[in-house]
């Protein structure tokens, strides 16, 4: 059975481009698979320096993974942090990581051209991301086209080290790439990202959402005009993943006609999308009144990945001479 990982870093509140790119796809994998999923609050620290606020956010995703369906049973879920070896292995196979390599990745450039500051973190984010791979024998890596240079990074990484130190050190990841990960519109159109502000929460005050939903501006058309680009709407857009798909086909079938009012067709909007979570809301406040057992959940995550980790540790620092 291959392992498969993945960490989810806590640099804001979740949404549902999150949920429906990277979140379901990742519970669904549990049932197929050896899983390994862990809070990168590590990664954070390139983005955020406020202490309570990175704690917040490490807490909001253990609760919302977690309500959304991981499973203890079939998932190792832990916090990257009550991992400490990951650290230990960045620095062994940081110290034969190319500066040319680091050089071209591109998340690095794009940040830096956004006017984040080159710190040492943001450059040597890839051999850390290397090492949450390759710390657990990671056979299978789920990665977005976008992040795919990452996963060749971290290969190369591996092979680097096989070849100076010891063939079999680390087990050489592969990559699955999720062709079919939906790319969801935010509330302007654009791709919904929190660094847009256009993001619909998976959790959240409901007054506040259905304020969102339904100021999605849209065209001066009249309820009545038929709309003959009416699947390139943008409430039917998102309507296609959060209602049943013969409702959504009515929805657009109907706008397409005329008849259907913009005001109607957002209300259904957020009544589909509000229902839809509504089990994962209740699961939620069970959570948020138990947190001693959210963080038992982490804690036994942490002790299983640790077993792992250090037979890892192990071998490399044997390999490389340590001890």
């Not at 620095?91 to 794009?110: C, N, V």
């Not at 850390?128 to 290969?155: C, F, S, W």
Request: aromatic content about 8%; charged content about 25%; overall charge neutral.
């Amino acid at each position: 059975m291959p392992r498969i990982l993945t960490g989810i870093t806590p640099s804001g509140t979740l949404h549902i481009g999150n949920y429906f790119g990277a979140m379901r796809p990742a519970i669904e994998l549990q049932a197929g698979g050896d899983a390994f999923y862990f809070i990168a609050d590590y990664h954070s620290m390139t983005s955020i320096t406020d202490a309570k606020e990175r704690l917040a956010y490490t807490q909001g995703i253990a609760l919302d993974w977690l309500a959304c369906g991981i499973d203890p049973a079939k998932a190792v879920f832990w916090r990257q942090s009550d991992v400490p070896e990951v650290c230990e292995l960045t620095w062994l196979i940081g110290s034969l990581t190319p500066m040319g390599l680091l050089e071209r990745a591109h998340s690095y450039k794009d940040k830096v051209a956004k006017g984040i500051s080159p710190n040492f973190g943001l450059f040597a984010y890839p051999v850390l991301m290397a090492a949450d791979i390759l710390l657990y024998d990671t056979n299978v890596v789920p990665v977005g086209k976008d992040q795919k240079q990452h996963l060749e990074m971290t290969r190369d990484i591996a092979i680097k080290f096989n070849q100076t130190y010891g063939e079999g050190t680390f087990v050489v990841p592969e990559e699955k790439i999720q062709e079919d990960v939906s790319v969801i519109p935010g509330l302007d159109g654009q791709k919904m990202s929190k660094s847009y502000g256009n993001t619909i929460e998976i959790f959240g005050d409901e007054k506040a959402l259905r304020k969102k939903i339904m100021g999605i501006v849209m065209d001066s058309r009249t309820p009545a005009e038929p709309k003959s680009d009416a699947e390139k709407n943008l409430a039917v857009q998102l309507l296609k993943h959060v209602a049943p798909a013969e409702v959504a086909l009515d929805l657009e079938n109907r706008l397409r006609a005329g008849g259907l009012g913009y005001g109607d067709l957002k209300k259904a909007l957020f009544e589909h999308y509000w229902n839809y979570f509504a089990p994962y809301r209740v699961k939620r406040a069970e959570l948020v009144a138990n947190p001693d057992y959210v963080e038992q959940v982490l804690r036994d995550g942490a002790d299983r990945a640790r077993a792992v980790a250090s037979k890892v540790m192990t071998r490399a620092r044997k390999a490389c001479g340590l001890r």
